[in-house]
């Protein structure tokens, strides 16, 4: 059976995993992981293949794969994307998955978080790409203290943040609108300059180069 984005979206059991592993986040004091973060990323990475014109099957993986890439934060902050890994294979292959494609959603849900992070398919670049740039306000939990932290303080600053493909000249750029009152740019880069790095390798691996765009002002 083909699996579709739909029907994992329509899963009793994924969607139960997804909102226990943001509970999970939610006692480590993490930034949002449910509904909202995995649904962007999702339709991100779909959307990145797309418009790249990747066939309508690998548009399909990179979705699914998005959807499900943070569910190991049921088991453990570390390592989730491993545990995440194997979490989707069993739940894809009841679902009555092929193995070519379920092997390609969990190699890349397998390679997402940036301590092991490498976009080994196209499917693993655009959900890299997806899931790193997924940086705005709405992520930081109510009461979190954005003086202190400075993950919490850099995601609340960030009003808008958007991928933009441009296909005619294989760019992908992430566009960001900082509050620079709440946090300086360079608060920015002390956070996320590794995931920059990485989804500048993965949108290599998309033949494509990679840029980053902060208040209008062309960074990378």
Do not use: W
């Not at 998955?97 to 379920?102: A, H, K, R, V």
């Not at 930081?140 to 958007?162: C, F, L, P």
């Amino acid at each position: 059976m083909k699996l579709t984005y739909e029907m994992v979206k329509q899963n009793e059991a994924v969607n139960t995993y997804i909102r226990k592993a943001d509970e999970t986040m939610v006692s480590l004091k993490f930034t949002e992981h449910s509904f909202a973060h995995v649904t962007k990323v999702a339709e991100d990475a779909g959307r990145i293949l797309t418009e790249l014109s990747f066939p309508e099957h690998e548009v399909e993986m990179a979705k699914i794969a998005g959807y499900l890439h943070d569910i190991g934060n049921v088991i453990n902050r570390i390592d989730h994307a491993q545990s995440g890994a194997v979490m989707a294979f069993r739940l894809l292959d009841n679902m009555g998955g092929e193995p070519e494609e379920i092997a390609t959603i969990i190699t890349a849900i397998g390679n997402h978080d940036e301590s092991t992070a490498f976009p080994v398919n196209p499917v693993a670049a655009a959900l890299i790409i997806a899931d790193k740039s997924d940086v705005r306000y709405t992520r930081v939990r109510e009461g979190s203290n954005i003086e202190k932290d400075i993950h919490d303080r850099v995601n609340y600053a960030a009003r808008k943040s958007r991928v933009v493909v441009d296909a005619t000249n294989q760019l992908i750029t992430l566009e960001l609108e900082i509050d620079t009152t709440i946090c300086k740019v360079m608060d920015y880069f002390e956070i996320f300059m590794t995931r920059m790095l990485l989804c500048r390798k993965a949108a290599e691996k998309l033949g494509c180069g990679f840029g980053l765009m902060i208040n209008g002002q062309q960074i990378m």
